[in-house]
């Protein structure tokens, strides 16, 4: 049978042959190398997955030069996923960034572990990720070029303030329900003892609130703060000397 007459009787030849453990023969009943078996089974896998083979001229750890490469169109194997098939580079597969058909130059990655000489490799036309697949559901649409997500929880310290750049997060970047959750959270009263030095924002108008809101007892000698069942949560020493009136710092009640 004429090599590449017809993918699949190759396919079922090659089983053929691989029972036969080391007797296979081709056309006309003469032995078959073993160079004649793998491309054989290159084309197959190849014409299976629409997929193009090659040997490089020359590369780098991110470029594979092959002058063998036709195609004309700038970019025309953008997207797509190269394997390299031979040597030190053999299995390793990457992501096709660039195609430049003036000098038949495959840009990839990212980097191989060494650099790209004269290896075989298999290019798989627009390799992609199957989102539709992965998520068990339509994909939404793009937002912005960026694909959207949902994060559950996140660990500790994650994100600190040097991740953010200036002004990377502005008012338009907040929507207006994050701010209005923001607005709607509530306070809660502070507990007995004694105000910080340099208290959390929430704090400080905690306890503003709880000036402006709950009972004040104000005595020849102190002035004491409550929360709204009437404990006294701090107070101040208070003295006056007919020329000097003055409150101390606070300290905790009753």
Known sequence: MPLGKSVGKNVAELAAD????????GANGTPRPKKQIIAIALDAANEILGAVSGTADSGTTTTAVDAERTEADTDYWKGSLITFTSGTLNGQTRLVT????????ITFAPATTVAVGTHTYRLLP??????HFWLGTVANALVSGRVDASVGAMAAAVIGAAAFAAGAVDANALAADAVD??????????????PAAAPAL?????????????????????????NDALTV???????????????DEGVSGP
């Open 98 to 105: 660039a195609f430049n058909a003036a000098t038949d130059t």
């Open 233 to 247: 949560v701090w107070k101040k020493a208070l003295s006056d000397d007919g020329t000097t009136y003055q409150e």
């Open 126 to 131: 627009a390799g992609r990720a199957d989102v």
């Open 181 to 194: 959750e923001i607005w709607d959270e509530l306070m809660v009263e502070q507990s007995q003892g004694i």
């Open 202 to 226: 929430r704090t400080v108008l905690a306890y503003l609130y709880m000036g402006l809101r709950n009972r004040i007892l104000i005595t020849n000698t102190s002035k004491q703060f409550t």
């Open 18 to 25: 691989n029972q036969r453990k080391g007797s296979a023969r």
